[in-house]
């Protein structure tokens, strides 16, 4: 509880998400290259 609020928002959380959110897209865009067709079928 950064916020010490259980319903607001901590700006930290924040933080975290678009880091870890851009982090996930580049695995992504590397799985794809790796192999599409396992991509395609996994993820579709």
């Not at 924040?14 to 799985?31: L, V």
Request: charged residues 25%; aromatic residues 10%.
């Amino acid at each position: 509880m950064n916020t010490g609020n259980e319903n607001e928002v901590s700006p930290l959380q924040c933080s975290y998400e678009r880091m870890i959110i851009g982090i996930a897209d580049k695995m992504g865009e590397e799985m794809y290259k790796a192999s599409p067709e396992r991509f395609i079928a996994r993820y579709q």
